[in-house]
């Protein structure tokens, strides 16, 4: 189905911002490469441009899924002003050649459009995003002094010659970068599109039952094209920056560099990692857009540190304090031009920039809540109110009882309104290559049936297969449940219909 050319004018924030990321974040690929001369920028160009595009459409949606729980940007025209407040605030820092982060950027903005809006900020996600602002220097340092150490020894044992370990250092830097620029693709292809998933306007490509080109692979393939022209056209000076202005780098430290920053942000855009940790019962790391800025001036800074007082010297705290400077203010003035730009958008151009968001507490949803152990005695007056925004409704309940955050998550999950109906049409739509036969046919059986809560079609489909039911919540079943979540929320998406559609006419609850 053709896209409305009114929809790719909205996209065209997240492609002002793709191009900011690669005309920014390009620098923490290859930085230190093209900065200690052992690269041409020619060279490094293509190769970031390449396997971020890879990276982005083969490995993206991870982080994106965990962004998203950030803040859902539920309305076309609010997810291009935050694309677009982030964008203009790192191309901002760019101009004035600071390697910012992207992450900071599309956080703070996607937080200037909660507050706008009255939605909630998921605390628990914006505390582990802000928690890797802290990690990923750290880290970046940490395997920097590791990496570091380990490569200056395998050289003076294997005595290498220094026209030959030129030569092979050459050949490390394009297979860290090309490394380096996969990692960057998957992890902070969200940043550029992640506003967009829930309001994407394409639709699910399939080629004669072989693969499924999703909507959301769509989205990001066209970031990722935005981020390979911001590579070309105006990387090189954020490049000299971090490769020559912080710390004059030797070429084996210049390949330290990219390696490190390169296995930060893997860590944290890896699904197969996480699958791994998850079958051994180890604690996993999460899926969520870090900053490759903070990840490489962590490791930039290690290699100094390593060499003790003298190497200390050597770092230009003056550059560092700079950056330190950008990093803090990026997500503050990202969500204070968010919210001002939302506001002209609605009031002086009459755009909806967000869709409300609507609870109401009836008989079905109390008694849904005490099959969960929560006491519903406290909500008892909110019965039957339709409420709005949700930060409204949460300040309601929290003034009646004390709730954990369990508990509260459960309430506001339970009572939001988002009216469903099954229809023939939405059937034949479904992904048979995401969802399995026992899953689509349980869909099948539901035809013709209406829901108001999203709790209800859930229940109704785990009552036909098992491959609808989450399994007990324990480390092993985790990412099991996770990705019926994401399936979950894929139908729910496919099957939800405007609040208008549905007081249109009646439908039979389940």
């Given amino acids: 189905m053709p896209v409305d050319i009114s929809i790719l004018i909205y996209l065209s924030s997240g492609l002002f911002l793709g191009w900011s990321l690669g005309a920014n974040d390009a620098a923490n690929v290859f930085g230190t490469a093209v900065g200690s001369r052992m690269i041409r920028f020619e060279t490094a160009a293509v190769i970031s441009a390449v396997f971020i595009l890879l990276g982005a459409v083969i490995s993206g949606a991870g982080a994106a899924h965990g962004l998203g729980k950030l803040g859902s940007v539920n309305a076309l025209a609010g997810a291009f002003m935050t694309a677009l407040a982030a964008a ?51 880290l970046g340092a940490l395997f920097s002094m590791i990496i570091y150490r380990i490569t200056t020894w395998a050289i003076r044992k294997a005595q290498i010659h220094l026209i030959s370990l030129d030569a092979y250092t050459r050949i490390g830097l394009i297979l860290a970068g090309a490394f380096g620029a996969y990692s960057l693709g998957a992890n902070n292809i969200a940043n550029v599109m992640g506003v967009f998933v829930a309001s994407s306007p394409f639709t699910d490509f399939h080629v004669d039952h072989l693969f499924t080109f999703t909507s959301i692979q769509q989205l990001f393939l066209l970031g990722a094209i935005a981020i390979g022209v911001g590579v070309f056209t105006y990387s090189k000076r954020v490049m000299m920056t971090v490769g020559d202005s912080l710390l004059p780098l030797t070429p084996v430290a210049a390949w330290v560099v990219v390696i490190s920053q390169a296995v ?142 369990k508990q509260e998550a459960l309430i506001l999950f339970a009572a939001e309104l988002y009216p469903m109906e099954v229809t023939p049409a939405d059937i034949a739509a479904l992904d048979r290559n995401y969802l399995s036969k026992a899953q689509i046919d349980a869909v099948q059986r539901l035809q013709g049936q209406g829901y108001t809560y999203k709790w209800q079609l859930e229940e109704a489909l785990a009552a036909i297969t098992d491959e609808w039911k989450p399994r007990p919540a324990t480390t092993l079943n985790k990412l099991y449940n996770k990705k019926l979540r994401e399936r979950l929320d894929y139908l729910e998406s496919s099957l939800h219909v405007s609040e208008q559609q549905g007081d249109e006419g009646s439908r039979r609850l389940r």
């Fill in 88 to 138: 203009v605030t790192v191309y901002w820092m760019t101009r004035l050649s600071l390697p910012v982060s992207t992450t900071q950027a599309i956080v703070g903005a996607i937080v200037g459009w909660n507050w706008y809006s009255g939605s909630i900020t998921d605390m628990t996600m914006l505390s582990k995003i802000v928690g890797t602002w802290i990690a990923a220097p750290i």
């Fill in 264 to 405: 930060v942000l893997f860590l944290f855009a890896s699904t197969g990692l996480e699958h791994t940790l998850l079958s051994l019962g180890l604690p996993t790391i999460p899926l969520i857009p870090v900053s490759s800025s903070q990840a490489v001036v962590g490791a930039v800074v290690g290699i100094g540190l390593l060499h003790g007082r003298k190497g200390a010297k050597q770092i230009r705290w003056r550059v560092l304090a700079n950056i330190a400077s950008g990093w803090a203010s990026t997500p503050v003035m990202a969500a204070a031009i968010c919210f001002v730009m939302l506001f002209v958008l609605q009031n002086v151009f009459n755009q909806r920039v967000y869709t409300q968001v609507y609870f109401q507490i009836t008989p079905e949803v109390t008694d849904y809540l005490k099959r969960h152990g929560v006491d519903t005695a406290p909500l008892a007056d909110l019965e039957g109110r339709k409420l709005t925004p949700p930060v409204h409704f949460r300040e309601l309940i929290r003034k009646r009882a004390h709730y954990d955050d």
